[in-house]
């Protein structure tokens, strides 16, 4: 990538601890299909829900300074946990970067969608014991009454790609049976769980609002290229690069689940942070 080129024209980094953030990043693709965007999924350190908040932001830093080596216009932080915690050092040591993470546009969807303010947030333990969507609905919504539930196996059943079945329809049940009946807008908190979301949406009903972060940070981010004069202008599609920091092979063996499309093994670079 040419560093003399237009900042417009530079791509968007995407990074995420694994491949849960390729739900993000084909939200982005169908948002922006357009735009050229890197990839790069530090598969060799995951999960970051299990490490510290000094040790995600240190390799979150490092894994934006790859992306941004390559040049790049803008960073989206396609992990939950790295959103939680990491984005004050990103936006520290990028401070003329455009930074944006998950947690915030799903926060403001769930707050603009919900009219009695009961919001449930399904999402990891990890996510749910940082309280980072609760903290984040809050600061939008003060009455709001936030529900958060971990589903922790939803995020294996993604992995292995059952997505339907009486299994999935069993651990649904279980989670989501007992929630408030109040509660009128249900916040998608984990990459993952999109590739479950027919069957999140059965065993909650049609009456219930869903918001899908992937999405939401998709709009956000086709937003904040459009407001600071970043959007390409070229008129063909976009490209996508992808990185991973550990077995390709199997990033693009599951990772195809999660972007919708298959992935050839010889299109992912292996890099080391």
Not at 4 to 19: H, I, K, M, R, T
Not at 29 to 58: H, I, M, W
Not at 201 to 213: E, F, I, K, M
């Amino acid at each position: 990538m040419s560093r003399n080129e237009a900042p417009s024209e530079l791509p968007v980094g995407v990074f995420d601890s694994g491949v849960g953030g390729l739900t993000v990043l084909r939200a982005l693709v169908g948002q922006l299909p357009r735009e050229d965007f890197l990839y790069l999924g530090d598969t060799a350190r995951l999960p970051y829900g299990t490490k510290s908040p000094g040790t995600v932001a240190k390799y979150s830093v490092r894994a934006a300074e790859r992306l941004a080596e390559r040049g790049i216009k803008a960073l989206v932080v396609a992990c939950n946990t790295a959103s939680s915690t990491a984005l004050p050092a990103l936006r520290e040591r990028f401070p003329e970067m455009p930074v944006i993470g998950v947690i915030e546009p799903g926060a403001r969807a769930a707050c603009e969608a919900s009219t009695s303010g009961r919001i449930a947030v399904l999402a990891t333990e990890g996510t749910v014991a940082g309280g980072a969507y609760q903290r984040a609905i809050h600061e939008l919504r003060p009455d709001a009454h936030v529900t958060q539930v971990a589903c922790q196996i939803f995020v294996a059943l993604a992995e292995e790609g059952w997505s339907e079945g009486e299994a999935v329809d069993a651990v649904t049940e279980r989670y989501l049976a007992h929630l408030d009946a109040r509660v009128d807008t249900v916040v998608l908190g984990c990459t993952h769980f999109p590739l479950l979301g027919g069957a999140i949406a059965r065993q909650l009903g049609p009456a219930r609002r869903v918001v899908d972060s992937a999405a939401t940070t998709a709009r956000a981010t086709a937003e904040m290229l459009a407001d600071r004069g970043l959007a390409t202008a070229r008129g063909a599609a976009g490209t996508l690069h992808l990185m991973a920091t550990d077995s390709p092979e199997r990033f693009a063996r599951v990772g195809a689940r999660f972007l919708g499309s298959s992935i050839a093994v010889r299109s992912v670079d292996a890099i080391d942070l």
